[in-house]
C-alpha cells in the first residue's frame, strides 16, 4: 500500500449509501479522520493531486507513502484502518497488483475505478487496458469490480498453470473516492512477498512481486511504510531487507508493527518488538510505529469500536512504555498526515525543477519529429523546411560561419570526445587535416631522407623498408648520406646518359630522381581525401541525426547523401588521376624559387668547402697577431674543388633534384586541397539536400520518404499527451510559488 504526496490515500471511505451491509458508524468517517489535515495541509497536498491528476505519476516522480510487507502482514487491516473503508474480504482481490486509493474532497460522493497499464505493455494492450473504466455508488459492488479488472489485467483466480493468464500483474488498480467529508490523500497497496510457490502462485509470481515493491520503494520521492507483523521474526521478513538496501540511513522509512496482541506477554518476543519500535535494534529515523488492528472475532465492529478497543489494549498492555505518540491509528494518521506535508513542501523546488527538464526534453523530442506528415502537402512542406535547415547549417559549416546555434547546442549535448568535437565544424575539421597533410607532405612524403652530416660510405646499401608515418600511413623510406646520395644519382646519370660531353648530364635524369623520389605522393594524397570525404560523412551523419527521426534519416541518406558523396569522393580520385598524370612528364617551373634553391644549395657546398680550407690554414693566435700565409689558403680551397667531373655533375643534379622538389611539394600540396579537396569534395556540399533538390521531387517520391510511420505517429500522440499535462502541472506549479 502507498500514500502518495498529494494527501490522497490508496483507501476507501465508507459512506451509508456506499456500504449499505455494514454498521452506520462503519460507513462514516471518524471525527479523527476529518482532522486528518489542516487547511495548509490541505492546500499543500492539493497541489500534488492536481499534479497526479494531470496524469504526471507515470512522467515525474511524485512524493508519496508507500506501505508494502510480506504476506499476511497485516497491510490490508492497516489500510482500513488508515482510510476507515471496509475492504472485501476476498484475499485475491486486493493482493494480486498495486491498487492505488485515492481520496479526493468533492461536492459528491463518487468511485471510480480504472486500471493504469504496466510501461512494458505494447500499445496495442494498453489502449485495451485503458479502456477499462467503471463508477459505482455502493461497495457491494466493488468485489464484482475488481474481478472485472483482474480479468483485464490476465489474472487468475485458479491454480497456476492452469490456463495462459498469470496470478499477479504489473499493471496498477486505481481506486479514486470523492466525497466531501474526505481528505487529500493517495495510498498504494502493494503486493505481499512471499517466497514459496503454491497452488496458486509460481516462482515466477514470487519475483514480479518482488520486482513491483522494488520499482516503488526505490523511487527517491516515496516514503516507506513496511508493515511488519509480531507474528513472524521480524528478522526473518524480507521487506526489511529490501527497504533497507534502498533507504541505508532510514531517512524515508517508518516502520510499522502489527499484531502486537497476538504476542505471549512477557515473551521474550514481546519483548524484541518493544526494543524494535523504540528504534534499538532496525534504525529507521522516521522511527516506529505499533498498530493493534481487529482480529477475526472482531471484524464486524465498526471503525469506532475497533479504535476503542486499540486504546483499550494499548493502555493494559507492556506496549504502554512506548510514547503514545507511536502507538494506535489516531496518532499514526496525525504522524502520517505531518509527515507527508513536510515531504511534499520539502519536494515542491525540485519536483518543479525535473517538471521544467521533463517540458524541455518533451518539447525537443516532438520538434524533431517535425510537422505532421499525413498528406502529400505536409510530407513536401516538412521536406523542404528540412531542406532549408539543412542547408543553411551546411552552407554555415562549410563556410567557418558557426553563429547559429545548432554549432553550440550540438556541442553541449554531444557524446563526441574532445578531439572529435570538433568535426561538428566542418571548415574547421578541414582546416585542420590540410595543415597535418601539408605537415606530412614536407616531413614525410619523400621517399629519401638526406643526411648531410652522416658518413656512411657510398658503398653502404640504403635501407627502404615500410614504416608507419606520424601521419597513420605506411610509407616506404629510406635514409641517405652525402656520399649514398651520389652514388643513387650516379647510377641514374649512367642509365640516362645520351651525347652529352664530358662533365654535363641529360637534364631528364631529374625528372626520373624526382618520380622515385616522389613515389609516396599518391598513396598519401589518397588517403588525405578520403579521410576528408570521412569528415564530410561524419558531419552529415550527425547533422541529419539531430534534424531527422531515425527512419526519416535513413531514407534521406540512401536517397541523397550516399550516392552524392559517393560520386564526389569518385570525382576527386579522377582529378588525383590527371594531377599524378601531370607529375609522370618532366617537370615544368617558372618559379624563381627553383632558381633561388638551386644558388642556396650551391652556395652551401661552396661555403663548407671555404670554411674547411680556413680551418686548415689559419694558426692559433700568438698572442701579438694573426700569422698566415693567403697563398695557402687559396690553395687549399681549389684542391678541396672536386676534380672529377662525374661527381660534380652528380652534386649539380642532386641540387637541381632537391630544388624542383621543394617546389613541386607546395605546388602539389595547393594542388591537391584546392582542386581535388575543394573542388569535387566540399565546395556545394549544402546542395546534396537543399530546398532546390526537394521542390523537383515527384508527389510520390516525397511521400515515399517523408510518409510518417506509424511508430512515429504514435510517439507524437504520446508527447503532445505528455506535453499538454507537463504545461498543466507547469501552470499548477506557478499557482504555489508562495509555498
Request: net charge negative.
Amino acid at each position: 500500500m502507498a500514500l502518495f504526496a498529494d494527501g490522497t490515500s490508496d483507501g476507501l471511505t465508507g459512506d451509508d449509501d456506499i456500504q449499505s451491509h455494514v454498521k452506520e458508524e462503519n460507513a462514516c468517517t471518524t471525527s479523527s479522520l476529518e482532522e486528518l489535515q489542516t487547511e495548509e495541509q490541505k492546500q499543500v497536498l492539493d497541489i500534488v493531486a492536481q499534479i497526479r491528476k494531470c496524469g504526471l505519476e507515470g512522467v515525474l516522480s511524485l512524493p508519496q507513502i508507500v506501505v508494502c510487507g510480506d504476506q499476511s502482514a497485516g497491510k490490508s487491516s492497516v489500510l482500513e484502518a488508515l482510510t476507515e473503508i471496509p475492504f472485501p474480504r476476498n484475499d485475491n482481490l486486493c493482493t494480486r497488483f498495486a491498487t492505488e486509493i485515492i481520496l479526493r474532497r468533492a461536492l459528491v460522493d463518487k468511485i471510480s475505478v480504472r486500471v493504469i497499464p504496466a510501461p512494458n505493455r505494447s500499445s496495442e494492450e494498453q489502449e485495451a487496458v485503458k479502456g477499462f473504466e467503471e463508477s459505482i455508488t455502493n461497495f457491494d459492488d466493488l468485489p464484482k469490480i475488481m474481478e472485472k479488472a483482474m480479468t483485464v489485467m490476465g489474472i487468475n483466480n485458479g491454480p497456476s498453470g492452469e490456463s495462459e493468464t498469470q496470478a499477479f500483474a504489473k499493471d496498477v488498480l486505481s481506486l479514486e473516492i470523492e466525497g466531501p467529508l474526505r481528505p487529500q490523500l493517495t495510498l498504494v497497496d502493494l503486493p505481499g512477498l512471499f517466497a514459496n510457490k503454491t497452488l496458486q502462485t509460481s516462482e515466477s509470481d514470487s519475483v514480479l512481486v518482488a520486482e513491483i515493491t522494488d520499482y516503488y520503494i526505490s523511487q527517491q520521492r516515496t516514503i516507506c511504510l513496511p508493515v511488519i507483523s509480531a507474528l513472524n521474526d521480524y528478522a526473518n521478513q524480507k521487506i526489511l531487507t529490501k527497504v533497507r538496501a534502498v533507504d541505508p540511513e532510514g531517512d524515508r522509512t517508518l516502520g510499522i508493527i502489527t499484531k502486537p496482541d497476538r504476542l505471549e506477554i512477557d515473551s521474550g518476543s514481546e519483548k524484541a518488538f518493544i526494543g524494535l519500535a523504540r528504534n534499538e535494534d532496525i534504525f529507521f529515523k522516521l522511527g516506529w510505529h505499533v498498530l493493534r488492528n481487529r482480529n477475526f472475532k472482531e471484524r464486524d465492529r465498526s471503525f469506532v469500536e475497533r479504535n476503542a478497543a486499540e486504546t483499550e489494549w494499548f493502555r493494559a498492555s507492556n506496549f504502554n512504555v512506548l510514547s503514545h505518540d507511536s502507538l494506535g491509528i489516531d496518532p499514526l494518521r496525525k504522524r502520517l498526515s505531518m509527515l507527508l506535508f513536510h515531504h511534499v513542501k520539502q519536494e515542491l523546488p525540485k519536483l518543479r525543477e525535473d517538471l521544467e527538464v521533463a517540458l524541455l526534453d518533451s518539447k525537443r523530442q516532438l520538434e524533431c519529429l517535425g510537422g505532421r506528415r499525413q498528406s502529400r502537402q505536409e510530407c513536401k512542406s516538412y521536406l523542404i523546411q528540412l531542406g532549408l535547415d539543412v542547408y543553411e547549417i551546411c552552407k554555415g559549416a562549410v563556410n567557418g560561419h558557426y553563429e547559429g546555434d545548432w554549432f553550440n547546442q550540438i556541442e553541449r549535448h554531444s557524446s563526441l570526445d574532445k578531439d572529435s568535437s570538433i568535426r561538428c565544424r566542418l571548415r574547421a575539421a578541414i582546416q585542420a587535416e590540410n595543415m597535418r597533410f601539408s605537415k606530412a607532405m614536407r616531413i614525410e612524403a619523400h621517399k629519401y631522407h638526406f643526411e648531410d652530416k652522416s658518413r656512411s660510405g657510398a658503398n653502404v646499401p640504403v635501407e627502404i623498408k615500410d614504416a608507419t608515418s606520424d601521419y597513420g600511413l605506411k610509407l616506404r623510406r629510406g635514409n641517405m648520406s652525402r656520399y649514398q646520395a651520389k652514388s643513387w644519382v650516379s647510377k641514374a646519370l649512367l642509365r640516362s646518359r645520351g651525347r652529352e660531353l664530358p662533365g654535363n648530364y641529360n637534364p631528364l635524369v631529374v625528372g626520373e630522381l624526382f618520380w622515385e623520389q616522389a613515389s609516396n605522393w599518391y598513396a598519401m594524397a589518397v588517403f588525405h581525401a578520403e579521410k576528408i570525404s570521412l569528415a564530410c560523412d561524419n558531419f552529415l551523419d550527425v547533422l541529419l541525426n539531430d534534424k531527422c527521426t531515425k527512419d526519416l534519416r535513413a531514407k534521406v541518406w540512401s536517397s541523397f547523401v550516399r550516392d552524392s558523396m559517393k560520386s564526389r569522393h569518385e570525382s576527386a580520385m579522377r582529378e588525383l588521376d590527371r594531377i599524378m598524370e601531370d607529375l609522370k612528364s618532366y617537370p615544368i617551373n617558372y618559379n624563381h624559387y627553383y632558381t633561388d634553391t638551386v644558388q642556396n644549395l650551391r652556395r652551401e657546398r661552396m661555403k663548407k668547402s671555404l670554411q674547411g680550407s680556413l680551418d686548415a690554414n689559419i694558426p692559433q693566435w700568438d698572442g701579438e697577431n694573426w700569422e698566415h700565409e693567403t697563398s695557402g689558403i687559396v690553395d687549399e680551397y681549389f684542391r678541396d674543388m672536386e676534380p672529377n667531373m662525374e661527381n660534380f655533375s652528380c652534386d649539380e643534379a642532386l641540387d637541381c633534384l632537391r630544388a624542383i622538389y621543394k617546389v613541386s611539394q607546395k605546388v602539389f600540396v595547393a594542388n591537391i586541397t584546392t582542386q581535388v579537396i575543394e573542388r569535387h569534395i566540399v565546395r556545394g556540399l549544402e546542395n546534396i539536400f537543399s530546398p532546390v533538390i526537394i521542390s523537383n521531387l515527384s508527389d510520390a517520391e516525397v511521400e515515399r520518404i517523408a510518409a510518417e510511420p506509424e511508430s512515429a505517429k504514435r510517439k507524437r500522440e504520446f508527447l503532445e499527451d505528455r506535453i499538454a499535462k507537463l504545461e498543466e502541472g507547469q501552470r499548477i506549479l506557478r499557482n504555489v510559488t508562495s509555498l
